[in-house]
């Protein structure tokens, strides 16, 4: 074989040598890392909190106050007005103030209307106010409700008005 030749196939035959070289010092490297503690295993994640649990405000077994509004507004106020024009029509006196408490069945029936506190001290006047509020009927209800309902007066020009805070539930 000529020289170039022979250099050429001397090259060759020590490529795989050198392949050889490279693959067993690969595999001594992977040898030499299995030999130790295998790697801690993957932690898996925490798991996620239960969703939040939005609880909702109690409510309240009876009437709401804007039903109590209605009823009043619409019917009990319209009849303590003409209570109090049939009273004090042409009559003095008949300026003060009536508070009426009253409890509400759960069927919408009043269980009871009593006035509580009046400075205009006319007992027919308060026993027509409160048989007015024994008439009354509500929406049914959950439970029943107590409430009270104050009213202002002023004779002069017959005037009567709920008192600005109206029904305390």
């Not at 509004?69 to 009273?87: F, L, S, W």
């Not at 929406?139 to 600005?164: H, I, L, V």
């Amino acid at each position: 074989m000529s020289g170039s030749l022979r250099a050429i196939a001397e090259r060759e035959a020590r490529v795989p040598s050198r392949g050889r070289a490279f693959r067993w010092v690969a595999l001594c490297l992977l040898l030499a890392g299995c030999g130790s503690d295998p790697p801690p295993p993957v932690k898996a994640p925490p798991p996620a909190p239960p969703p939040k649990v939005v609880e909702e405000p109690a409510l309240k077994p009876g009437l709401n106050h804007h039903q109590l509004r209605k009823v009043m507004n619409e019917i009990a106020d319209p009849a303590v007005r003409g209570c109090y024009t049939v009273a004090y029509s042409g009559n003095e006196g008949g300026t003060g103030q009536l508070v009426v408490d009253f409890s509400v069945n759960p069927d919408g029936s009043v269980r009871s209307a009593t006035v509580s506190d009046s400075t205009l001290a006319n007992p027919t006047f308060e026993d027509c106010v409160q048989k007015v509020y024994q008439g009354l009927t509500f929406p049914k209800a959950p439970g029943s409700t107590d409430a009270s309902r104050p009213y202002n007066f002023k004779n002069g020009s017959n005037q009567a008005a709920a008192a600005p805070s109206a029904a305390a539930p």
